[in-house]
């Protein structure tokens, strides 16, 4: 089992940058499929990025080129580095594992509380 929990959240200008953080405590962490949702008010959760446990990447095509996921297994963390945030990035931020195939968006069976990821114009 995973428990996880995120950081690195907050409020920032756009074109501003930020990295969140998800740590995770469990013995199986390295073997699972990591990835970053998110959430707007009135909106429905979105797939934002993920990775394997072999560390390949996938990311939404709004977000290509501007977010990069990452994980260091030693300190069972993954991360999400966003660049040149736009107002429209503003939600909040979940942090998920599942021990299927990534692509499995309902088969996720772990999920952080959320951070608050603001970006104002």
């Known amino acids: 089992q995973v428990r996880l929990v995120e950081s690195g959240g907050g409020l920032v200008q756009a074109g501003d940058s930020l990295r969140l953080s998800c740590a995770a405590s469990g013995r199986t962490f390295s073997s699972y499929a990591m990835a970053w949702f998110r959430q707007a008010p009135g909106k429905e959760r979105e797939l934002v990025a993920a990775i394997t446990s072999g560390g390949n990447t996938y990311y939404s095509i709004s977000m290509k080129g501007r977010f990069t996921i990452s994980r260091d297994n030693a300190k069972n963390t993954v991360y999400l580095q966003m660049n040149s945030l736009k107002p429209e990035d503003t939600a909040v931020y979940y942090c998920?594992?599942?021990?299927?195939?990534?692509?499995?968006?309902?088969?996720?069976?772990?999920w952080g509380q959320g951070t608050q990821v603001t970006v104002s114009s």
């Open positions: 998920a594992a599942t021990s299927r195939h990534w692509a499995l968006t309902r088969a996720y069976d772990y």
